[in-house]
């Protein structure tokens, strides 16, 4: 022990001359050996080492930046300390993370033409590395295919001592790779709070150096899709936020001007998967195996997004036959030239929508991820679907949102999720206060935007009779409604399907649908919506759902009801829609995709039977 005070008074003295003549100290040349004590068991010597580490971001401030991966390697662990023996701990190591985010400005994102360089030679070192990675552990596993490596423990400190720093010259130049590196894996730790951290790095990165961090967005891609599968909704919640800054950076039309000011072609794309449980677990493999290929977009993307939407242009009609789809199951396997033919699709679709935002083609690209991970994982979907649907159309935008996961469920072959998927999509914008605004211009007078909008909408809501019924109920398509009520005749009543006429019944009642109830005040001019009110009350078996639209029916004389529309007064109920929108293909598309779900159904009660 009294080594141990000797020891502790002369490293303070130490300090003491090396805070006194701070000219004449190295910094630099003694962060790493910081770095590494500040990992060690000791609780002492970690206190020690991270004490040092904050009075020199404080002294000697942004010549440390080319090591900020190495102390970062050192800070963020130390942030998930909650014992009370450690607190102190915790609590310097919070202040040099501080120290350090302050460190970072808006002169970091300088982007010299190395950096474009790297960016579009990484696909191709990439693709060469995991050929030839692919086929020596194939090698390997013929010649011992008992063998298996050691789980490396995502709690364990990455070494990150050793990085590849920039020569001398370039002192206080900010790369970001290396960064990135240990910010992803920081992502695997069991602490809430070291996830957290790494993730509010990661946005402090992007709102200080936008296109530095735009050009490792491929990188970063798959690790923040992962994290959406966290048990903290915090955590998921600011996965959501990178996510969404990535998808409507303003840093990709900068880039593609640099590009062409060096002469440089965009990154090309490797044609790999990028699939989020192939990530590595390490720093070394993060490093060696990172996905860096096509970092930016395309640039056929990019005057995808600069020519104009025709002006007389239509909803995009995509997969309104039998066939042509995809599985959404696949999305995480979709290359990324796959992923830019689908922004060429869904890209222009939403600005006919009018959407007033930039997007990027990460947009696309998280929008197929999250429908493929839904896809795969129903659990996930039940447990966190709705929490992520709603907070990405906080972040981003409802309209944006709904038409983008629409247009792609139009292509979806796996009927089942496509109607699963419809009905969650559709019970959200019923319920959710995020969607207040899609709700809104839904209801009120259509624009041509609008009514684009909303063919797209059924389209894809055509996977789901009960979630198309309320959308044209929401709509005030009150005629496509009463047509839909009369179709629902023909198909398999099953318990599922009264189970969501049920819900609708009960929303109806709601506040949403206060405008529904309200145009029942003058029911001469709205039989068609009474008729499909009463179309849906005789679907109904006599539950309460049945005693409540009943009763609702009964405030409508009938001598009213079955009374002749006065020509000279025009229906309530959204006319021009019904004007600009062709319902009778919409009706065509409903009642195709009824009758291919139909099929699909049948082999199933064939086998129960059986």
């Known amino acids: 022990k009294e080594i141990r005070k000797m020891c502790q008074v002369a490293l303070g003295e130490l300090l003491t001359g090396v805070k006194r003549y701070t000219g004449t100290v190295s910094y630099s040349a003694m962060i790493n050996i910081l770095a590494l004590h500040s990992q060690s068991n000791d609780q002492l010597i970690q206190f020690t080492a991270l004490s040092w580490m904050k009075e020199f971001l404080y002294l000697a401030g942004r010549s440390l930046l080319p090591y900020t991966s190495s102390m970062l390697a050192a800070i ?39 950096d474009l360089v790297d960016d579009a030679t990484a696909a191709a070192r990439s693709s060469a590395a995991a050929a030839t990675t692919a086929a ?63 993730l509010r790095w990661l946005l402090h990165l992007h709102l200080k150096t936008p296109k530095k961090i735009f050009l490792l967005g491929t990188q970063l891609f798959p690790m923040l899709l992962k994290t959406l599968s966290d048990s903290s909704d915090k955590v998921v919640l600011l996965a959501l936020e990178m996510l969404a800054e990535l998808s409507s950076s303003h840093a990709e039309q900068e880039l593609e001007e640099l590009r062409r000011s060096f002469n440089i072609d965009a990154a090309p794309s490797d044609g790999k998967s990028n699939d989020i449980s192939s990530q590595p677990s390490s720093p070394r493999s993060v490093a060696e195996s990172s996905p860096a290929a096509s970092t930016g977009p395309s640039s056929a993307a990019m005057d995808l997004r600069r020519q ?122 019923l319920t959710s206060s995020e969607l207040f605004g899609l709700r809104t211009e839904l209801k009120k007078t259509p624009t041509k935007e609008s009514c684009i909008m909303f063919s797209t909408l059924f389209r894809s809501w055509s996977h789901n009779a009960v979630a198309t019924l309320s959308l044209c109920l929401l709509a005030q398509a009150y005629q496509p409604a009463s047509h839909l009520v009369r179709t629902c005749g023909d198909l398999d009543v099953t318990v599922n399907f009264l189970t969501e006429i049920d819900r609708l019944v009960q929303m109806i009642e709601s506040p949403i649908f206060t405008h529904v109830r309200l145009h029942l005040l003058e029911p001469h001019r709205c039989r068609h919506l009474v008729t499909a009110l009463y179309g849906i009350l005789l679907l109904l078996p006599q539950t309460g759902a049945f005693q409540k639209l009943h009763q609702r029916l009964q405030c409508i004389p009938s001598g009213v009801v079955l009374a002749h529309t006065d020509s000279n007064q025009a229906d309530i109920g959204a006319t021009q829609l019904l004007a600009i929108v062709d319902f009778d293909e919409l009706q065509k598309r409903f009642s195709e995709l009824q009758e291919r779900h139909t099929q699909a159904n049948r082999p199933a009660y064939r086998r129960l039977s059986n």
């Open 76 to 114: 963020l662990p130390c942030v998930a300390y909650t014992d009370e023996k450690q607190q102190q701990i915790h609590d310097v190591a919070l202040a040099a993370n501080q120290l350090l985010l302050n460190l970072i400005n808006a002169d970091d994102d300088k982007v010299v033409e190395s």
């Open 308 to 429: 104009p939407a025709a002006a007389g242009a239509e909803a995009v009609d995509m997969g309104s036959g039998g066939g042509g789809g995809m599985p959404i199951s696949s999305a995480m396997q979709m290359s990324t030239d796959t992923i830019s033919q689908l922004a060429k699709m869904v890209l222009p679709t939403l600005q006919r929508c009018g959407s007033d935002n930039r997007l990027t083609i990460f947009f696309t690209r998280l929008i197929c991820s999250l429908l493929s991970l839904f896809s795969t994982d129903r659990h996930l979907l039940d447990k966190r679907g709705g929490f992520i649907i709603r907070q990405l159309c906080l972040l981003l935008s409802p309209k944006d949102v709904y038409c983008a996961m629409a247009a792609i469920l139009t292509q979806e072959e796996d009927l089942h999720f496509a109607s699963l998927m419809v009905q969650y999509l559709n019970s959200i914008l």
């Open 136 to 198: 020596s552990d194939q090698d390997e596993g013929k010649r011992d295919s008992t063998t298996q490596a050691p789980a490396e423990d995502p709690q364990q400190t990455p070494t990150a001592a050793q990085p590849e720093f920039p020569p001398e010259s370039s002192t206080c130049y900010l790369r970001l790779r290396p960064i990135v590196d240990i910010l992803s894996y920081q992502l695997l730790h069991k602490s809430i709070e070291t996830r957290s951290a790494g």
